[in-house]
C-alpha cells in the first residue's frame, strides 16, 4: 500500500487515480471503473466523480492507495 496525498478535504476518483498516476487521462480512469477494476474502501465503485476522503483505501487490481492530507 502506498499514500497519496491530497491538498483538499476531498478528492474526485477520477482525479484521484490521476493523481496517483494509475489512470493515464480521464477517459482512462472511466475504462478502469466501468471494467469494474476499481474498489473503495472494499466496496466495488463504478462512479468517477465519487467523493474520497483522506483516510479511504481505493484498490485498482492489485495495487492499493490510501488517501492522505498533509
Known amino acids: 500500500m502506498r499514500d497519496v496525498e ?3 478535504d476531498m478528492i474526485r476518483l477520477g482525479q ?4 496517483a498516476g494509475i489512470a ?4 482512462h480512469a472511466k475504462d478502469l471503473l466501468d ?5 473503495v474502501n472494499g466496496e466495488r465503485e ?10 479511504d483505501h481505493v484498490t485498482v487490481g492489485p495495487e492499493e492507495i490510501r488517501v492522505t492530507s498533509p
Open 35 to 39: 471494467a469494474g477494476d476499481v474498489a
Open 46 to 55: 463504478v462512479r468517477r466523480g465519487r467523493q474520497v476522503h483522506p483516510g
Open 16 to 19: 484521484l487515480l490521476k493523481l
Open 6 to 8: 491530497i491538498r483538499d
Open 24 to 27: 493515464e487521462d480521464g477517459s
